[in-house]
């Protein structure tokens, strides 16, 4: 199967690909490298919808990380409903997993398949038995591991699913700068050798339509198994980065276009209840200019300037630009207007079980030196706010992974950042103002830079 990620103009002529505004929906299955965090509370498998009580006291967090499933940033119609992904497991617990109670501990080839998803992601070529191995690895016990790892690739193969199955990153430590580990080396060549090996036997299966293979070298890692530079944190050496994950949905965006289409540009279809969506509304708050109700607040390190409201590739954005007043970590909060409540500016008026769908599309550049290095926070938050016992319930679209001063991404990065569809338990009555909706981001730059920060489409959908 052959993927070419520009598909736009071939030989003067060019291809019209229809934008798909159907829901792709993904599930994962593995370790944590695909354990991309619970959406309800008390946590379970379902991420299809993003749910949780109000607490007793302080406040609940539910949390989609986007590091580990960097892809629904690029290609926004695609909604992870399924996490069947459970951190620290080898390949060999996955096979006896199937045959135990399914909890959050223990996730099953079945419980993946639940929510009738159109794509399966297995991570299970799985770091942790090669780490956990005695090395020398034997024959038979490096045998085991691929034979393990069979057995359940042919069970993900018996659900309806379209299976990418993807190979072991890469592992750094043992190497300068990373955590120690005596037999780094020889885990490296163990996991160069698995990632060969299972990428040709999936290859003479011979069914692109049902399974594809992402071998990772030269995406994430090198050919000794080493990861590229950035694409794990130095502190880490096993997991990628968000710039690990950023290149990584490259690769898996590929894929998914040649076999189910171009992403339509905001995952939840439906009217946009938005106030002032298209920015044709401003204000001046004495750093330029901004869309009326929204506005950039907090500035780290940083003084606010030249916002305006500008055309980019064709789109209408907000943006403004940081200058930096110091070597440090730069940054500011974007704060977009939310109101559920009865009445005020642009009330939501929510009922209990009433769905809705917050997304944005998002960008930051070091316009000076036009690389974005060490993103060390990003995250969007919706916070809702009950006013009579003052308690709260966080939804966070963030990283557990962010990057490092060695990582860094050329030119603009734009992500999209979306919410799954959000199911409030409570009405709009008990509600209060200190609902927000924000984005916050930190990256390294250097005194005097500029870091110029954009935001486009903020889009609020009822979906029930």
Request: charged content about 15%; proline content about 5%; hydrophobic content about 40%.
């Amino acid at each position: 199967m052959t993927i070419s990620i520009d598909k736009r103009i071939v030989g003067g002529n060019f291809q019209i690909l229809p934008r798909r505004t159907t829901k792709l929906k993904l599930a994962t299955f593995g370790d944590s490298t695909g354990n991309f965090g619970d959406s309800q509370s008390p946590a379970n498998n379902d991420t299809s919808v993003a749910t949780a009580p109000m607490p007793v006291s302080g406040s609940t967090g539910i949390t989609r990380n986007i590091d580990k499933i960097f892809l629904q940033c690029s290609y926004p119609i695609l909604e992870p409903v399924t996490n069947a992904c459970t951190s620290g497991r080898t390949v060999a617990t996955m096979v006896t997993d199937e045959q135990a109670v399914s909890t959050v501990s223990t996730r099953k080839v079945i419980d993946a398949e639940n929510n009738s998803p159109d794509i399966i992601l297995f991570r299970g070529d799985s770091i942790n038995d090669f780490v956990q191995a005695s090395y020398p690895i034997t024959d038979n016990a490096y045998n085991l591991i691929v034979s393990n790892h069979k057995v359940v690739l042919h069970r993900l193969m018996n659900t309806n699913a379209f299976i990418i199955s993807e190979g072991i990153y890469g592992y750094s430590k043992g190497l300068a700068g990373y955590p120690a580990d005596a037999n780094g080396d020889a885990v490296r060549a163990a996991i160069i050798r698995f990632n060969n090996e299972i990428s040709a036997y999936v290859a003479g299966l011979n069914k692109p339509d049902r399974i594809i293979y992402l071998n990772p070298i030269g995406i994430n890692c090198d050919s000794t198994g080493a990861y590229l530079a950035g694409h794990s944190t130095l502190a880490d050496g096993i997991h990628n980065s968000i710039v690990g994950g950023y290149y990584r949905a490259l690769a898996e965006q590929a894929i998914i276009e040649a076999r189910f289409g171009v992403s339509s540009l905001y995952k939840h279809q439906g009217i946009n209840v938005q106030i002032n969506p298209l920015f044709s509304l401003t204000t001046a708050p004495g750093y330029g200019t901004v869309p009326t109700n929204y506005s950039w607040v907090n500035p780290v390190n940083s003084t606010r300037q030249n916002a305006k409201v500008e055309v980019i590739d064709g789109y209408d954005w907000a943006t403004v630009e940081l200058l930096t007043t110091a070597t440090l970590a730069t940054g500011v909060q974007l704060t977009l207007p939310y109101n559920p409540l009865v009445s005020g500016t642009n009330p939501l008026n929510v009922a209990a079980n009433d769905k809705y769908g917050f997304e944005l599309d998002f960008s930051i550049k070091n316009v000076t030196s036009g690389l974005v290095t060490h993103i060390s926070s990003l995250y969007m938050r919706l916070r809702t706010y009950d006013v009579t016992n003052a308690k709260s319930v966080y939804l966070d679209t963030t990283c557990a992974f962010t990057s490092d001063a060695q990582a860094s991404i050329p030119g603009r990065l734009k992500m999209h950042l979306a919410t799954p569809p959000y199911k409030f338990q409570e009405a709009a009555a008990a509600l209060g103002t200190s609902s927000q909706w924000i984005v916050v981001f930190l990256c390294d730059a250097t005194a005097g830079d500029i870091i110029k920060v954009g935001m486009s489409n903020p889009r609020i959908v009822k979906l029930n």
